[in-house]
């Protein structure tokens, strides 16, 4: 994997005052439980480790589950624009690659401008390629190229504006069953502590390393029943609810608000 712009032997790790989040499920945190009703993510993670190493940090996430890049734009960056972030992610694009109607270089272009932004205002821009879960998905075909032509636009888009670029899409475990949730699109806990680490790696701070790129145990044998089974289950669960929302034009995200909408003092997040 090319080194992350900018990687932790080339630069003297900042300190970081304020944190804001922005993007959809993925940096909301689903599938990942707090324990308390909600979900932590890998954002929750990543700024509970920031908070570790430099003794605290305002932390804010604004992420919505169903987000595409264009609804993150239009209502989540003004807000973190506002905010005045020494650090922001920017992780969006997946709900894009699902629609129907999908080209990657113009949802690239509107992450960019999301970089280019928050790079302008003096922000550090971290952001990720994004990992593939359409191996354990029956629509392989369609989506998998999709995500590699994203994946290629996003990784030119944040290098020529210096945003810190984590190569989570050529991650050879990516794709492994042990860090996905039971609908297959969003990481379980394993899943999301696995982002933070990478991300922090990216960011260079002191405690990790690239020991998040090692190999994974393999899944475990499924017999043909059973993944015959597991597939009817998943398509019952998940992937009918999906598909009824998008035809009726509705977002899992309808009517929610951001978890943590104001950048409060945070010296750990618990469990982090």
């Known amino acids: 994997m090319p080194a992350p712009t900018g990687s932790a032997k080339q630069r003297r790790v900042p300190r970081w005052e304020r944190y804001v989040a922005i993007g959809d499920s993925s940096t909301e945190g689903l599938n990942d439980p707090d324990g308390e009703g909600g979900f932590r993510g890998w954002a929750d993670r990543l700024a509970g480790h920031i908070a570790r190493y430099q003794g605290g940090i305002e932390y804010a996430n604004l992420a919505i589950r169903g ?3 264009a609804q993150i734009l239009a209502e989540q960056l003004p807000v973190a624009m506002s905010m005045r972030p020494h650090l922001a992610t920017v992780v969006a694009g997946m709900n894009d690659i699902l629609a129907p109607a999908f080209q990657p270089a113009a949802t690239a272009a509107i992450v960019e401008q999301m970089f280019r932004e928050l790079t302008e205002a003096g922000a550090t821009v971290l952001s990720l390629t994004l990992p593939d879960p359409t191996p354990n998905l029956p629509f392989t075909r369609v989506i998998q190229p999709r995500l590699i032509a994203f994946n290629r636009e996003l990784q030119a888009a944040g290098d020529r504006h210096g945003v810190i670029m984590v190569d989570l899409g050529s991650f050879s475990d990516g794709s492994n069953p042990r860090l996905w949730s039971d609908d297959r699109l969003h990481g379980n806990s394993d899943g999301h502590e696995l982002v933070a680490r990478a991300l922090a790696h990216g960011l260079g701070v002191p405690g990790f390393d ?6 994974l145990p393999p899944p475990g044998p499924l017999g043909r029943i059973d993944a015959v089974r597991s597939d009817l289950v998943w398509a019952h669960t998940h992937a009918l609810p999906w598909l009824w929302r998008m ?26």
């Open 247 to 272: 035809i009726r034009g509705r977002s899992a995200g309808d009517g929610r608000d951001p978890k943590r909408p104001k950048p409060l003092p945070l010296l750990e997040i618990k469990g982090s």
């Open 67 to 69: 987000r595409t890049s």
């Open 210 to 215: 690239d020991s998040w790129r090692h190999p």
